[in-house]
């Protein structure tokens, strides 16, 4: 879903569930595998070019007393 003219977002419903790591996307372009020149890249083991985004364990918040 676009969310500006160079935001998307994401949403996985149902019981999917990202593990913390880096995970290798592309986007559909008029039925065309596409990588876009401004994100990060990186080969899979078929040498093939993706996205790649790190997921993070959320950071936990201080609250002061």
Partial sequence: QRVSPNEFQ???QG???LTTGY???KFVVDGQ????DDQPTMRD???????VIEIKMPQPVQVPY
């Fill in 23 to 25: 995970h290798q996307f």
């Fill in 33 to 36: 595998w596409r990588c876009a």
């Fill in 45 to 51: 083991e078929g040498y093939n070019e993706n996205h």
């Fill in 15 to 17: 019981p999917h569930q």
């Fill in 10 to 12: 994401l949403l996985l």
